[in-house]
Nanobody
């Protein structure tokens, strides 16, 4: 059974940094795009970043230059390094596994195309 566990969230001041981790029990981890999404209270789940199976990265405009997504296939783990955090980054952050292996299409930013999700980790950025 596929299982994802996020960790690394917490409370930080604006301008601070956090590194989120997502450990995935996926049989062929290296063949999947892995994404980070976030959801603030009362809002829909929002795309943040994705790293494809070829390690191409895509970011939402609001985090470009501040966040870095990476993966360690040997550890079945995806990371999100978050620097220069802003209060508007406050949300529950979720990692997800894309629904297709070796995907080369254009829907990597669509949460509806992700098959599995972790439980989420809270990130709170104070002013």
């Amino acid at each position: 059974q596929v299982h994802l566990v996020e960790s690394g969230g917490g409370l930080v001041q604006a301008g601070g940094s956090l590194r989120l981790s997502c450990a995935a029990s996926v049989r062929t981890f290296s063949s999947y795009a892995m994404g980070w999404f976030r959801q603030a209270p009362g809002k829909e789940r929002e795309f943040v970043a994705v790293i494809t199976w070829t390690s191409i990265t895509i970011y939402v405009d609001s985090v470009k230059g501040r966040f870095t997504i990476s993966r360690d296939n040997a550890k079945n783990t995806v990371y999100l390094q978050m620097n220069s955090l802003k209060p508007e980054d406050t949300a529950v952050y979720y990692c997800g596994v894309h629904s297709a292996t070796y995907y080369s299409g254009s829907d990597n930013t669509d949460p509806g195309k992700y098959a599995y999700w972790g439980q989420g980790t809270q990130v709170t950025v104070s002013s």
